[in-house]
């Protein structure tokens, strides 16, 4: 499984940034796909999950309201829409994928420790 995130880049605080993630080499039946984030010193922390039929989403607290989660999966692609930018928010940002099977399986969102396919990051700089 690959998956390759772009879209970061430097900011100003109140800008936005839409963030891609593009995934290939895989024969999951359906997946669902969060985006998480680091930054210095900090350990990883989970930012948004999306469900693979799209239906339910996930949120941490301390995005919600300002990043939108999507995506098109007949092209395999995740976005993390980050809107009111804020210095706080500048992290690398790791996208990651999960394999999801079952009954409701379509609308499942996985827990954030449930991720094990990574790819990448991309740098999100935000001054103030």
């Known amino acids: 499984v690959q998956l390759q995130a772009s879209g970061g880049g430097l900011v100003q605080a109140g800008d936005s940034l839409r963030l891609s993630c593009v995934q290939s080499g895989h024969t999951f039946r359906a997946w669902a796909m969060g985006w998480f984030r680091q930054a210095p010193g900090k350990e990883r922390e989970f930012v948004a999950a999306?469900?693979?039929?799209?239906?339910?989403?996930d949120y941490a607290e301390s995005v919600k309201g300002r990043f939108t989660i999507s995506r098109d999966n007949a092209k395999n692609t995740a976005y993390l829409q980050m809107d009111s930018l804020k210095p706080e928010d500048t992290a690398v940002y790791y996208c990651?994928?999960?394999?999801?099977?079952?009954?409701?399986?379509?609308?499942?969102?996985?827990?954030?420790?449930?991720?094990?396919?990574w790819g990448q990051g991309t740098q999100v700089t935000v001054s103030s």
């Open positions: 990651a994928t999960e394999p999801v099977s079952g009954y409701g399986r379509n609308s499942y969102v996985p827990p954030p420790t449930a991720y094990d396919y």
């Open positions: 999306i469900s693979y039929s799209g239906d339910k989403t």
